[in-house]
């Protein structure tokens, strides 16, 4: 009997974890390296394999999500993983890499301003993570984006940086631009703004064909002027957010009045409004955190 207990506990510890459920775990860290690559290339003085870095870094970081709901492995570990490294590299760095490149000449006030970016960063990501837990969110919601994601934000409060590597203007490293980028973007983050999403975007049949065309050009403008057409595709991001709060508000108008009043809705029984207690192993959403940030 105690042998086969021991064989019993034996096969346990082999079977362990398929390798499938750890892919997205390995990409989120892929994603952290990649953040901190850029700070070791900042402190180095190497600001253009910085932003580099951190743009590899928001790529891999669109894939963990993606990659965690296909293999059906989503789970609180990864959500919160994903999370703390959406804050280092989203928030901790690009701010570290605008003080190292622009704002360090302005001294203690500049640190103060480079502050308040990472500080936003992690307000958003806080908000993100609390909103998961809304049960019954509007059917609109996933459509949006509630202020400027990390990736985003992380990328746009480097404009002025890598508009520097090409056209070589003074004003673009001045501690004055650093600081409004800084301060701008990071309202941005925090704020209630709507932010168009991709995850579950439609696209109307008849714009197919010219957003492959664009697309395709944005591809061949990345490849041969990478630091021209990056601030480019910043500054058209920047003009979608007018279209994100009329189209969120045109479709929250319409959902309140198409909703049943509240005495109307039948009220939940005590058994349906308790969340289900997870398990080990169970798959849970919170993975979707990977799109925000993250």
């Known amino acids: 009997m105690r042998d086969m207990q021991r064989g019993l506990r034996r096969r346990a510890r082999l079977r362990g974890l398929s390798i499938h459920r750890l892919l997205p775990n390995l990409v989120t860290l892929a994603s952290l390296c990649a953040g901190l690559t ?22 891999l970081d669109s894939l963990d999500g993606r990659l965690a709901r296909r293999l059906n492995v989503a789970s609180h570990f990864g959500a919160e993983l994903d999370s703390l490294s959406d804050f280092v590299c989203f928030g901790v760095v690009p701010g570290l890499l605008m003080y ?31 909103a998961l837990f809304d049960k019954t969110p509007p059917p609109w919601t996933g459509q949006f984006f509630t202020g400027v994601p990390a990736p985003a934000g992380a990328l746009l409060v480097m404009l002025p940086l890598m508009a520097s590597f090409e056209i070589d203007w003074e004003w673009l490293r001045s501690p004055v631009v650093g600081a409004a980028f800084l301060i701008g973007i990071g309202a941005l983050m925090v704020s209630r703004l709507p932010t168009f999403s991709l995850k579950k975007g439609r696209v109307p049949r008849h714009y197919v064909l010219p957003i492959l065309l664009i697309g395709a050009f944005l591809v061949a403008m990345l490849a041969s002027k990478p630091w021209a057409t990056m601030p480019l595709i910043g500054l058209l991001y920047l003009s979608t957010l007018p279209f994100a709060w009329r189209a969120r508000r045109r479709l929250a108008a319409a959902w309140t009045s198409t ?28 993975r979707s955190i990977g799109d925000d940030r993250n």
Not at 38 to 56: K, S
Not at 103 to 112: F, I, L, Q, R
């Open 259 to 286: 909703a049943p009043p509240a005495s109307e809705v039948p009220a939940a029984s005590p058994a349906t409004t308790s969340p289900p207690r997870p398990v080990d192993g169970a798959v849970v959403p919170l």
């Open 100 to 130: 190292l490149a622009i704002m360090h000449p302005a001294g203690a006030p500049g640190w103060v301003v480079t502050l308040m970016f990472p500080i936003c960063s992690a307000l958003r990501l806080a908000r993100f993570n609390t």
């Open 38 to 59: 850029a700070l070791r290339f900042g402190m180095a003085g190497d600001y253009r394999n910085a932003v580099v870095a951190v743009m590899a870094a928001a790529v």
